[in-house]
């Protein structure tokens, strides 16, 4: 099994260049995922906000 | 069509040349940064001789680089480029009056002062004449894709960086016939190759160039 | 003659076109995987050693991948930014702005993997040969592209501005690509020539397709989720959003 990491001698430039090829094509999906969950918190954050001033507007008191 | 070129580069230069200070400023930035070279590398005048074209090309695409910004950004602040955008002239003719004008105003003193420089470096005569007449043909062509950059980041924090960034991967086929020819005709080897391909870069930039300027001014201001 | 026209524009509205990405996003992240996933064992595993360069050959199957996406979806930005200022539609530009932020993660791979594969090769990290020079320049493109549209706040004229500067990009690359080949060339000869036979063994060829593949369905899959965030935050006055966002708290998001 070792050998085959050690790639013919070549195993830091084999794994280097497809670890680093890993470590990117995964963290980039996850970074999308973060996003979208910030995205969708804010817009929630904003919308409850709206629903929350249209109700004190109705009852007339201002906070 | 002709007059109304000759109209616009003729406002621009005069614009330009009553606050001398950024052209003179211009100018100098590009003679400091050919003279620290020698000091940084070291006097042997066979080293300097062969990053001399290299040098002088790197510096002359940085001060154009430098001065992009006032093409446009001096007429936008003060409102004048609405009115520009507005007349009935094309406005592609227009952008290749004022970027003539800038190139008048900061490219030629560049191609004058170069040789003057290139003695700094121990070139000889013909070398030096190759150089000018490169940077003679390469410095419109910078003026040109630059002022597609300056009209992209008009207004925007950050433009003369920003603008620098967005225009060096274009520019970079220039600097590397530019300092080619050079190169190729100090070695014997014979320039004209690269001065074709000069010659071509800039007829083509001179063809896209305005219109792309325009189309982006037309968004910039909007 | 309505029938028959294809109405082209039916998913050129971000309302209409939101719910289809979401539903194409998982087909095309289980395709990468898969892909991916086959095109690993093959290169590592069925793949012969090279003669000349033993095992440390096996990175081209993840380095000339990376370079041709890195091209591909530059070219892709182009078409819809080329589209975005015909039309006018605004999903052209977000798909645009989209696919930058992969096509140049995909750049920074094919320097990263090329420069691992000239160390042992050609003895030092950096080469200043042709094509890693033009992947080089091709990656400030696209981290131009990026700055440009991070430092314009309005979005419509940030979308028409990047558009002009990835389309004047476009007419470069080739004109950027033979200056460099003519100013210095160390690369070998390409190795996959399309018109005469390949230098290449026939499995090589086969895993560095398939694993092309599953980068291009990767791309794919990152671009479209993209897409959909960058819908969510453009559109988030509309109706639509808010309905939606009432489902997605009702979910319990």
């Known amino acids: 099994m070792s050998e085959f990491f050690a790639m013919g001698g070549y195993g830091l430039y084999v794994w280097g260049s497809f670890g680093m090829s890993a470590l990117l094509m995964v963290a980039e999906p996850l970074l999308l995922q973060r996003q979208r969950r ?26 | 069509m002709i007059k109304t070129l000759w109209t616009v580069v003729q406002r621009d230069l005069t614009l330009a040349l009553r606050n001398r200070s950024d052209l003179i400023s211009n100018l100098f ?34 001060a154009s680089m430098l001065a992009l910004e006032r093409i446009f950004a001096s007429d936008f602040d003060d409102g004048s480029l609405e009115q520009l955008l507005l007349t009935p002239q ?23 002062i170069s040789p003057i420089l290139g003695i700094q470096y121990d070139l000889s005569s013909d070398v030096l004449w190759i150089l ?6 390469g410095t419109p062509a910078l ?25 060096m991967p274009l520019t970079i086929p220039v600097l590397i016939f530019g300092a080619g020819a050079v190169e190729a005709s100090a070695s014997g080897l014979g320039g004209e190759g690269h001065l074709y391909m000069m010659a071509a870069i800039l007829v083509v930039s001179l063809v896209f160039a305005p219109l792309a300027a325009a189309a982006a001014l037309r968004i910039s201001v909007e | 003659m309505h029938s028959r026209l294809i109405n082209w524009f039916k998913f050129s ?35 012969p050693t090279d003669y000349k360069q033993g095992e440390g050959y096996r990175i081209i199957f993840i380095h000339v991948p990376a370079a041709w996406m890195s091209m591909f979806l530059y070219l892709v930005m182009a078409g819809w930014a080329a589209i975005g200022l015909v039309f006018n539609t605004r999903l052209s530009a977000m798909m645009t702005s989209s696919l930058a932020p992969t096509g140049a993660m995909f750049a920074f791979l094919a320097l990263w993997t090329g420069a691992f594969w000239g160390k042992p090769m050609w003895g030092t990290w950096w080469v200043w040969d042709a094509r890693l020079t033009s992947e080089l320049i091709l990656l400030f493109l696209y981290i131009g592209f990026i700055a440009l549209k991070s430092s314009i706040d309005d979005p419509r004229r940030g979308d028409r501005a990047g558009a002009i500067l990835i389309l004047v990009g476009v007419i470069n ?15 070998q000869g390409s190795t996959i020539k399309m018109s005469g036979e390949t230098s290449m063994d026939e499995v090589m060829l086969i895993t560095m397709l398939i694993m092309t593949f599953g980068c291009w369905s990767y791309a794919f899959a990152t671009a479209l989720s993209r897409v959909r965030c960058i819908i969510l935050e453009r559109e988030r006055g509309t109706t639509w959003v808010q309905e939606l966002i009432e489902k997605e708290e009702g979910r319990g998001a």
């Open chain 3, 13 to 47: 509205s971000p309302a209409t076109f939101y719910p289809l990405a979401g539903r194409l996003v998982p087909w095309f992240t289980w395709g990468a995987v898969l892909l991916l996933g086959v095109g690993l064992y093959l290169s590592f595993f069925v793949a």
């Open chain 2, 143 to 167: 003026s040109l894709i630059g002022a597609i950059g300056a009209a992209l980041t008009l207004g925007l924090r950050g433009g003369g960086v920003l603008n620098a960034l967005l225009v």
């Open chain 3, 173 to 187: 690359i080739p004109i950027i690509y033979y200056s460099v080949q003519w100013w210095n060339t160390l690369h």
């Open chain 2, 29 to 62: 930035f590009f003679i400091i940064v050919v003279s620290l070279f020698p000091l940084g590398i070291g006097p042997e005048l066979e080293t300097l001789r062969l990053i001399a074209p290299g040098v002088v090309w790197v510096a002359a695409l940085l």
């Open chain 1, 38 to 63: 910030e995205i969708i918190t804010t817009l929630l954050r904003m919308a409850r906000q709206k629903r929350g001033e249209a109700r004190t507007m109705d009852e007339g008191v201002i906070e």
């Open chain 2, 132 to 137: 000018v007449v490169t940077l003679l043909l």
């Open chain 2, 90 to 112: 094309p406005l592609p003719l227009l952008v290749v009056g004022k970027i003539l004008a800038h190139w008048l105003v900061t490219g030629v003193p560049l191609v004058m």
